[in-house]
Antibody, heavy 124, light 106 residues
Framework: EVHLAESGGGLGHPGRSLRLSCVAS???????????MHWVRQAPGKGLEWVSG????????GYADSVRGRFTVSRDNAKNSLYLEMNSLRAEDTAFYYC??????????????WGQGVLVTVSS | DIQMTQSPSTLSASVGDRVTITCRAS??????LAWYQQKPGKAPNLLIY???TLESGVPSRFRGSGSGTDFTLTISSLQPDDFATYYC?????????FGQGTKLDI
């Protein structure tokens, strides 16, 4: 069973930066680099918001309008890792951030594994 | 961007009931739709993808249908474990937007 573990959350200040990481493990008959990966966030008490996604080979990147130009997604397949560089933080970026594994490799078919989530709080 | 609209926002039901949640896309998305279940304090869990394909390990009482712009999630006989919030998500094109959620409670 695939396991995803996020780290790097915590308190961020408006205008500053944070970097989230997600490490994947448990690929028994599969490989990390067979799958696109995504970041999804959820403000406390609110619904899900897709933030960003990256294809298996890092060729295709996507961002929500709310973070485009401020956040950068990347991955290191040799380390089974996914990253989210969050710059110019705003109060409205406060949320739980989940990394999620896609069924597909290039675009999206659905997210079949999720991490436990990490809380990012943006406040002065 | 494609907007996803779920209804109802809240649904009250009882164990054994049959319930249906609907999801409408602002433009056609073929069958590129997924459904998730989320319980408080937990990550979402994939139930259905490609509008009607049941994810491995998900009980057969969950059924997805629809194509184009209109989709439904039906739970045939509610179990106590099913009381949660349900989200649809379009997987047709980036940004992969979610519906606002449907909270299913007793």
């Amino acid at each position: 069973e695939v396991h995803l573990a996020e780290s790097g959350g915590g308190l961020g200040h408006p205008g500053r930066s944070l970097r989230l990481s997600c490490v994947a493990s448990g690929f028994a008959y599969d490989k990390y680099d067979n799958h696109a990966m995504h970041w999804v966030r959820q403000a406390p008490g609110k619904g899900l918001e897709w933030v960003s996604g990256i294809s298996w080979n890092s060729v295709t990147l996507g961002y929500a309008d709310s973070v485009r130009g401020r956040f950068t997604v990347s991955r290191d397949n040799a380390k089974n890792s996914l990253y989210l560089e969050m710059n110019s933080l705003r109060a409205e970026d406060t949320a739980f951030y989940y990394c999620a594994k896609d069924i597909g490799a290039y675009d999206s078919r659905g997210f079949d594994s999720w991490g436990q989530g990490v809380l990012v709080t943006v406040s002065s | 961007d494609i907007q996803m609209t779920q209804s109802p926002s809240t649904l009250s039901a009882s164990v054994g009931d049959r319930v249906t949640i609907t999801c409408r896309a602002s433009q056609t998305i073929s069958n590129s739709l997924a459904w998730y279940q989320q319980k408080p304090g937990k990550a979402p869990n994939l139930l259905i993808y490609k509008a009607s394909t049941l994810e491995s390990g998900v009980p057969s009482r969950f059924r997805g249908s629809g194509s184009g712009t209109d989709f439904t999630l039906t739970i045939s006989s509610l179990q106590p474990d099913d009381f949660a919030t349900y989200y649809c998500q379009q997987c047709d094109s980036s940004p992969y937007t979610f519906g606002q959620g449907t909270k299913l409670d007793i």
